[in-house]
């Protein structure tokens, strides 16, 4: 994927996001807002994402129950393996946490990455996905298709490691290869979803999802949250960028 694709891609989503809220809105506080007003402003905005983010993931874990019922048996009828894979991701101000997603590789597939990933050249190939990738089972590419593996972070959202919308979570190894400017995506919590989620997923490269993702920290509201979740299903089923 070439930088000229990602920015294409980049400028689809804030072209769409610019269409959605037609009306600019003003982040910017009146200048005679005292700072305790402020800070009362921004606790309360965090408490309101916390309730969404909880009932969200309660709501979602009970929905798709049959899901992880269909999805853990297929599992365990392809191959031997745990059901559920869990890896070490990096998120709110670099602090590391555990996430839980269905398994959609080989059994040892962690092993297999820093060699099949090779030295990274430039920014654009910190995150790496490649579409062909030997070590996704079957059941796994389906379930990767349309993101059944992404299901149980819906738990990681319980726990408070991670929210509904926010930037994807990050492997160590990828974090240490971060510009300064690209550790501002550590400011919030990480998400299942997001800007470039809903524009194009993989197929944006790695610079543009920064950039996305810092645009979501700058103008981040509750509204613009709901924005990404109404969007989701539908890039979920299109399925662009999802390998």
């Known amino acids: 994927m070439n930088a000229g694709h990602g920015e294409f891609q980049r400028s689809k989503v804030q072209m769409s996001f610019t269409t959605a809220f037609a009306a600019p809105i003003d982040i910017h506080p ?18 309101v994402k916390r309730a969404v983010d909880i009932v969200g993931a309660l709501a979602a874990l009970m929905l798709f129950t049959p899901v992880f019922l269909l999805t853990a048996i297929a599992i365990k009828m392809e191959s031997s393996g745990p059901i559920f894979f869990r890896q070490t991701r990096i998120g709110k101000n670099g602090v590391p946490f555990t996430m839980v997603k269905f398994r959609s590789m080989v059994v040892g ?3 297999l ?10 920014r654009h190939e910190i995150r790496y996905k490649n579409q062909n990738d030997p070590r996704i ?15 149980p972070q819906f738990w990681n959202v319980l726990t408070g490691d991670m929210s509904l919308v926010g930037p994807r979570p990050a492997l160590p190894s990828e974090v240490a290869k971060y510009a300064p400017s690209d550790r501002d995506r550590l400011l919030v919590k990480p998400g299942i979803t997001c800007l470039w989620q809903v524009g194009g997923r993989a197929n944006i490269d790695f610079v543009g999802q920064v950039a996305l993702d810092r645009q979501y920290i700058r103008d981040r509201s509750i509204f613009l949250d709901l924005w990404i979740l109404l969007r989701t299903p539908y890039a979920v089923l299109a399925g662009e960028g999802a390998y």
């Open 137 to 151: 089972t079957r059941i796994g590419r389906f379930i990767r298709r349309y993101s059944i593996d992404e299901l």
């Open 30 to 47: 009146p200048i005679n807002i005292h700072h305790g007003e402020l800070l009362r402003s921004a606790a309360r905005s965090s408490l």
């Open 109 to 111: 597939a962690d092993a």
């Open 113 to 122: 990455h820093a060699k099949m990933q090779g030295a990274t050249t430039t």
